[in-house]
Nanobody
Framework: QVQLVESGGGLAQAGGSLRLSCTAS????????MGWFRQAPGKEREFVAG????????YYADSVKGRFTISRDNAKNTAYLQMNSLKPEDTAAYFCAGDRGASSYGIRRASGAYDAWGQGTQVTVSS
């Protein structure tokens, strides 16, 4: 099982930017498709973005498409989520997750498909 640790959350103003990082240890990072999820108070956890094992074919939720960019550096065992043009509705705890069962170019959006999770990092966007 890979261990995941997020960093980079914090407070931003609407229209601003933050970059989240997710560093992996314990298993071969490149064997995992990676996803970012978020959960706001009183709401269910939702898929934000995903990237395949090789780094190709990123996929985004409609709510963040054009504003967020997911990437990964397998040499550094790290995945990233660049968040631009932030909105107050982006406020949530953000979690990175690893999916070992995805196909080579596959990205799954269901949280139940992911078998490794970080502890989460809080993102708060003020208006």
């Amino acid at each position: 099982q890979v261990q995941l640790v997020e960093s980079g959350g914090g407070l931003a103003q609407a229209g601003g930017s933050l970059r989240l990082s997710c560093t992996a240890s314990g298993r071969t990072f490149s064997n995992y498709a990676m996803g970012w999820f978020r959960q706001a108070p009183g709401k269910e956890r939702e898929f934000v973005a995903g990237i395949s094992r090789s780094g190709g074919r990123p996929y985004y939720a409609d709510s963040v498409k054009g504003r967020f960019t997911i990437s990964r550096d397998n040499a550094k065992n790290t995945a990233y989520l660049q968040m631009n043009s932030l909105k107050p509705e982006d406020t949530a705890a953000y979690f990175c997750a690893g999916d070992r069962g995805a196909s080579s170019y596959g990205i799954r959006r269901a949280s139940g498909a992911y078998d490794a999770w970080g502890q989460g990092t809080q993102v708060t966007v003020s208006s």
